[in-house]
């Protein structure tokens, strides 16, 4: 039976926001030394540089940015609306990835623990990406990851399937977002195959080194090559809704303030 002790490095038992934002030139450089994978994650484009996307990204809702991942790419970049955080927080950060599989209780097989190794080695500022196939009744993430996590600077968690150790998690301060809630352990069930690869989260394709936004309305996935276009759009919606807001309270009509900024 778990005892549950307060944990130290917790910043406050009510943490009603975390906002973490990554140092992502020294995040990508850090990695390549780090990590013995097939390619360290790609900076942002030298169109819009580092600060630019963090000021972006830190401004705007996840809804903005799903729609700027819309208008820029054609494809769905927001994740299952099932996709939630543990507590209220904000993360931006590129991604790290894992995959995990079932395993047969039976199955001996000396398997790398790829999703540990992942833990370990993520630089400070990565978000977690973690799937679990048809893993909604099982737990990705519990206290232990999360206390590694949190005394490794990584930023957050994002888990197809489910979390564990709520409260803990909460009182740690660490950042997760994930489908489901449940008390069951991923040992003996889950066995991790693959790591730093593209998978597919909550219905959207996520590779390392693409970014992620998350709030408390949901996680949006951005391809790393269409940041620049996603941080212009931004700052052109910023632009429009920050005239369309006077403009709505003094008409009363949202309909006037659509013809005159086009905002959708």
């Known amino acids: 039976m778990k005892t549950r002790r307060p944990f130290a490095l917790a910043a406050s038992s009510g943490c009603a926001c975390v906002l973490i934002v990554a140092g992502a030139m020294a995040l990508h450089a850090q990695s390549a030394r780090a990590q013995s994978a097939p390619s360290a994650p790609s900076a942002p484009s030298a169109a819009a540089s580092t600060a630019d996307v963090m000021d972006a990204f830190r401004k705007a809702s996840t809804g903005n940015v799903a729609d700027a991942v819309d208008e820029a790419t054609g494809v769905r970049g927001f994740m299952s609306a099932d996709m939630k955080p543990v507590f209220k927080a904000k993360v931006i950060g590129p991604a790290v990835t894992v995959l995990l599989r079932r395993a047969l209780r039976t199955d001996r097989r000396d398997w790398p623990n790829l999703q540990i190794q992942t833990l370990d080695q993520a630089p400070p500022g990565s978000v977690m990406v973690e799937v679990l196939e048809d893993g909604l009744e099982t737990a990705g993430v519990g206290n232990l990851m999360a206390t590694t996590a949190k005394v490794r600077g990584l930023a957050g968690m994002v888990i197809d399937g489910g979390a564990r150790d709520i409260e ?88 006037k303030a659509l013809e005159r900024f086009n905002r959708y």
């Open 168 to 255: 803990e998690l909460e009182e740690i301060g660490f950042p997760v977002w994930s489908r489901s809630q449940t008390p069951a352990t991923s040992v003996g069930r889950y066995v991790p195959v693959a790591r730093d690869v593209p998978v597919t989260c909550a219905g959207v394709l996520v590779r390392p080194g693409d970014w992620i936004v998350a709030d408390k309305t949901g996680v949006v996935v951005v391809a790393r090559e269409s940041i620049p276009q996603v941080v212009a759009l931004l700052k052109q919606y910023d632009d429009k809704e920050t005239k369309m807001v006077p403009l709505i309270q003094e008409t009363k009509s949202m309909g």
